[in-house]
């Protein structure tokens, strides 16, 4: 169905209906991104939102909370309720706020109590180290030893999650399991309902990270009963760097008095009232804690537009045919050059990104900055490559893997250390 030519890649762009969006970001002139799913680029209206607050600061000074285009007092909230769209929350499941990993700490610190035989927390070896890194100092707070009680699920390849070893896991020693949608290193997308319906048969609540998937893959987080879930909004969602977070708690959670309370969290109309006694607001607004980081909430206020007009589920169309031409093309052009696909190639199990696994991945992605294309490493092997839907043309796709073959058959790559630099 696709066909190896430049031309037939024009032709895959005259009929992509969000080939119009390209023009809406800042990219390099004669640079090619796949690292949105590391860092999403800088779109127009998230410039001009965060200019706008920025002029709401200049011009109302404190009045900026209650006053302007967007006051701030009600602005996580606000975005909380059009972020919903793009997880399949109610408006109140979900707020933007934090970051991925304050956002856990405050999840697993309200729906993680052990009782009785009932301890441990499950979660899996390939995840991002950061959630890990929470889950044990978690335990620690408890009195309790992550070597007995974080259950890190082993993969059976060194890339993937078998969903049957994830749900033999799940035993009565288990109070909370942590996954993450889409595995941040291999793109593996998990059977989300599957696995969220099997903790739940055996009396398990769960909560999962979607910083791989939100922007990228729609979500119905409400509808399979999810408890919670946690993510960034820097990678898909374009809301820059250091970008506020998001969360959602089911409502069938509300009411729950959050771990880490601060009175960013309360009922809105009690807040001012400067009590001592905490009134959390009945809404996935109780697990904020401070005052929220405007100036990195800000680009969100424009990012979202584009995820309103284009639609998430045009959105993963368009990612899904991406990466599928990617791995055709990596079939196509590099098979004599010792690559292996390390995602799986199912639809339904595909994330945002492909994973390509070479044993020089860290000199080839070096080779292919210094060509014009921005790919990331993950060590020891991994080459990431996301055709995010808004900027990544499907000739860009090709070219990338044009520029791909022209280093591996004149050993460009060789003119480079194979070690990752400091962040890729
Ligand atoms: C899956 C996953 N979880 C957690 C994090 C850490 O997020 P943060 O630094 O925003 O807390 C990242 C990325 O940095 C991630 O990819
Ligand atoms: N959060 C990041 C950062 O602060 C600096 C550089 C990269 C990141 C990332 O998001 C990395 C990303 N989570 C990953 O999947 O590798």
Known sequence: MFKPTEDFAKQLDQNDELSRYKDEFYLNEGQIYMDGNSLGLLSKRAEKSLLDVLDAWKIHGIDGWTKGEHPWFYLSEHLGERVAQLVGAKAKEVVVTGSTTTNLHQ?????????????????????????????????????????????RVKSRDGRTLNEEDLIEAMTDEVALVILPTVLYRSGQLLNIERITNAAHERGIKIGWDACHSIGAIPHDFHDLGVDFAYWCHYKYVNSGP??????????????????????????????????????????????????????????????????????????????????????????????????????????????????????????????????????????????????????????????????IKDIMENEIYKQYKNERDVIA
């Open 107 to 151: 999840l697993v610190s309200t729906f993680y109590q052990p009782e009785g035989n009932r301890t441990k927390i499950l979660a899996d070896e390939l995840n991002f180290p950061s959630d890990i890194y929470a889950l044990k100092s978690q335990l620690k707070l408890h009195g309790l030893d992550p070597n007995e009680h974080l259950i």
């Open 242 to 403: 250091g970008g506020v977070a998001g969360l959602f708690v089911h409502e069938k959670h509300f009411g729950t008095e959050p771990g880490l309370a601060g009175w960013f969290g309360s009922d809105k109309t009690k807040q001012f009232d400067m009590e001592h006694d905490f009134t959390p607001s009945e809404s996935a607004g109780a697990f904020q804690i401070g005052t929220p980081h405007l100036l990195s909430v800000a680009p969100l206020i424009g990012s979202l537009e584009l995820f309103e007009e284009a639609g998430i589920n045009a959105i993963r169309q368009k990612s899904l045919r991406a990466t599928e031409y990617l791995m055709y093309l990596v079939n196509e052009f590099l098979s004599d050059f010792n690559f292996t696909v390390g995602n799986p190639t199912d639809d339904a199990r595909r994330g945002g990104h492909v994973c390509l696994e070479h044993a020089e991945a860290a000199s080839i992605c070096k080779a292919l900055k210094a060509n014009g294309v921005v790919p990331d490493f993950r060590a020891p092997n991994v080459i990431r490559l996301a055709p995010v839907a808004f900027y990544v043309s499907y000739q860009d796709v090709y070219k990338t893997v044009k520029i």
